[in-house]
């Protein structure tokens, strides 16, 4: 079982409202400059914040820590964990360049995925995925999640079985249900998830077929018969902005289903057709330059 690691900043910052004043004088010192608190010994600590050694020592007691050993050790891996969350958003610049900066890394992350796409994982994909009998797209967190569902958007249209998944618990059990003939596309950034790992693990099993789009050499491809690598830096300067790593996993899927509609041929352009048709009916009364789908 993976150790949980206490999020000690959090705990700090609920519990300011029923400290007392020695306390919270401790709490702010320490959440003000977590370096110097990690290294502070028990004597220093009391000097730095006005307070005794003994009331550090109740302090971190009353935290549920046996020592300030103890407590700094937590402190010490919940700065690693975030560190650059802890100092507050970093101004990115004016609304307009804030706008561009969003857009460019969103280009940039395309123009890199571009350049990690194989094209014969690509086309043994558009195999495997063409002959399904079955396609089941499991998501894992908030980007593969999204991604998971636009495959199942793009690929149903194309008259292909198709279904995502994004809970834990779920993706075991449908992992269960899949056979030779089958295909489970699993998504994820990092690669980390164990339920994901664990559902490939099953659907093997069973003799069904896995395409990672994943991170390459991440712990997921060590489960899969086919990996589309996606590997998109995480943004560290600006953590407010969102991670373009989504419009990577997208591409990837665009790039599938528009290979998957050439290879699929006129049953695919019929489907289509048969959505436009009614889309047009229904919606558009006879404008038929909207999207395929809102």
Known sequence: MTPVIPDIISLLKEQRLSMSKADLRLTDLILEDI????????????????????????????????????????LAQARAVGARFLNGQVAAGSHSEIAEQIIRRAQQALEHQLGLLNDD?????????????????FGSGGGSTIAAQDMQN???????MVNAYQDGQMLQMVAATLK????????STTGRYTDLHNACR???????????ITRPHSPLTEHADIVLAVDIPEEKQFVNQPTPSRYALLA????????????????????????????????????DSQPLGD
Not at 257 to 272: C, R, T, V, Y
Not at 278 to 285: C, N, S, T
Request: include cysteine; proline fraction near 2%.
């Open 35 to 74: 370096d110097r608190a990690v290294h502070a010994s028990t004597t220093e600590l009391a000097e730095w914040s006005g307070t005794s050694t003994p009331t550090v020592t109740r302090f971190c007691r009353k935290l549920g820590f046996s020592s300030l050993r103890e407590f700094k050790v937590q």
């Open 121 to 137: 994982c690509v086309q043994r994909s558009v195999a495997l995925l063409q002959q399904a009998r079955r396609i089941v797209a």
């Open 154 to 160: 793009r690929l149903f249209r194309l008259g292909l």
């Open 180 to 187: 030779k003939g089958d295909v489970l596309v699993a998504i």
């Open 202 to 212: 099953i659907a093997h099993q069973y003799d069904a077929q896995v395409i990672a």
């Open 252 to 287: 990837v899927i665009d790039v599938l289903a528009s290979e998957l509609s050439l290879a699929l041929g006129a049953p695919a352009l019929e489907n289509i057709r048969r959505i436009k048709h009614q889309l047009i009916a229904y919606r558009d009364h006879d404008d």
